[in-house]
């Protein structure tokens, strides 16, 4: 690995560790800003564990700070369709969030069937299905059976959307 | 003869037709789920457990204990055949056992696996049941200051004892309390961490926290990572064994139970320490040690039984104490407390008929999971070859419907996005996910007995250590805390390289980077040893 890449490699992770000081200012202050009346039966109040948790977050993300420095980086979680000597592949994950969203927002007004073939078809694609008509079915059929599904065999009822009526 | 009679009533109630066919359903599930790559057992049952949401209370658990056993099963046969262990508890079952599979063995693989897990997964379900009452019995004479010690030390060994990096796996715990704490204080009727946003009031769900973590967290990392070609599978016919594989299969099976279910029935429980336990035992008693490192069936046996015996055991806190130790556990907690059950000592008493249903259930599912696994293997092997973008999208589907199936809330599914991001930068920046998620299920617990503790005492600090057992406990803790420094020291002073210290206790400090922990150390030092 190249003094560079490694440099890098700290910057962020140390970036990371602020973002756990940053979790523990945040639970620090609000658990500052809580009204405690003291009480027999409540002697230590809703403050006490929100400070232990700040405290605990702060810490570590101190010592995790002087650990990186010193050189002791992180490695990535390893796994079978891992592979980890290509660093985060940003052209996939972008627009795989991007669907995840998407459905966010469609869920209600359009419908799950509508959203949740979206979402899987864009997700698939994203991550490099190529046969189009193929991926297209496979979405279908499991929005709609999921749909179904859950109707049916569990009484769940799924929005609808647009679709209601027709479904 | 009491127990014996209540375990009965169990198997009526879940021997109806209607229950076997749950039974049945969340078997093959279960395995089916568990068998994809990328799955782990605990992703298994979390992705499952919307199915149960409609169904009656004692169907749902029947159908649980199945999705339970078959998802640890179906993670045992992944990483035979791919050499891909789901999780750090298979991590040992995949050294030999993917040998095996490599050498041609994998049918006798997978059946040394499945029938192992079958006799150590009865044996320990047995051992629930007559030790669980006894544990129920003593923690009803526990009060708030004991149950607070254990929960601490539960925490406690799963962030500094068990995991490779202490600080990474305190920032873990840190960030699964912070999660707890979010929503209104039952106490004080105050709101914390909820920012005026009117749907964390109720707290986050902890079913939403668990698909977060588990499933979209894992799937975001592995689509960022995708292996272009995937991993080799091997193709399996039926599992079988031949009377020699018998012969040196059978008294694993019985060592690794041993070893298995005392470390799952502790509140710090675990698979892998038995799993490593009963590997180095075996290898040292194996009249083939020349074999271990290229496909010794015994090497699968004993890890695999631990594992399941492990699990049997897991149960036990978790049933008597309400207290999970484990990423499973967890999520059959959050399954329990969903359907309105709340485990802990009070669970048998109120509850009978549930409980022996489910300890019945398991019992029967486990037995199903053998009939149904042995013929059904190569079908499964089949599932390992699914294309991978499918695979992780359909993941990402089934994760967004169950999270939010739950509530129907859209905001869930913003919850999910966030702790799914974060799930991403655990296993981008190597935390640990085990604190994380004891962290967001133990914490609110803690914190409520905590403060009995203090209401109990009036107030006084000296609370905390006014019963026996909690005294105990905080001694034991300061033990383990220190006992690594202490051990790093005298080995320094011996200049002495010892394995299983240091795999007991990962991360000393000479191995400042390695990741997996006890799992990666066994299969270092084996090939140092070896070679």
Sequence with gaps: ?167 | MDTFNLLMGGFESALTPINLLFAFAGVVLGTAVGVLPGIGPAMAVALLLPLTFGMETSSALIMFAGIYYGGMYGGSTTSILLNTPGESATVITAIEGHKMAKAGRASQALATAAIGSFVAGTIGTALLVTVTPIVVKFAVSLGAPSYFAIMVLSLITVTAVLGSSKIRGFAALGLGLAIGLVGMDPVSGQKRLTFGFAPLIDGIDIVVVAVAIFAIGEALWIAAHLRRTPAHTIPVGTPWMGKEDWKRSWKPWLRGTAFGFPFGALPAGGAEVPTFLSYVTEKKLSKHPEEFGHGAIEGVAGPEAANNASAAGTLTPMLALGLPTNATAAVMLAFLTMKGIQPGPFLFENEPDLVWALIASLFIGNTLLLLINLPLAPLWAKLLKIPRPYLYAGILFFATLGAFSVNMQVADLWILLLIGLLGFALRRFGLPVLPLILGVIIGPMAEEQLRKTFQLSSGSVSGIWSEPLAVGIYVLIAVLLVLPAVITYIRRSRGRHDVVAEAVLGEVADHPKHKAGVSGTTADDDERENS
């Design chain 1, 1 to 167: 690995m190249s003094a560079v890449n490694t440099a890098k490699k700290k910057r962020v992770e140390l970036l990371f560790a602020a973002f756990l000081l940053l979790v523990g200012i945040i639970v620090f202050v609000d658990a500052s800003q809580l009204h405690a009346t003291y009480s027999q039966a409540d002697a230590i109040g809703p403050k006490a564990v929100p400070y232990l948790v700040s405290g605990i977050l702060v810490l570590s993300s101190i010592a995790l700070s002087i650990a990186v420095a010193r050189g002791n980086l992180a490695e990535g979680d390893e796994g079978e369709d891992v592979d980890l000597s290509q660093p985060s592949d940003w052209k996939v994950l972008v627009p795989l969030l991007g669907f995840f969203v998407l459905n966010l927002l469609l869920i209600n007004w359009a419908g799950w069937v509508i959203s949740g073939t979206i979402l899987f078809f864009g997700v698939a694609t994203s991550l490099g299905a190529r046969r189009w008509a193929l991926t297209a079915v496979i979405s279908l059929v499991l929005a709609f059976g999921s749909f179904y599904g859950f109707y049916l065999g569990l009484g769940i009822k799924l929005p609808a959307g647009i679709l209601s009526g027709v479904l």
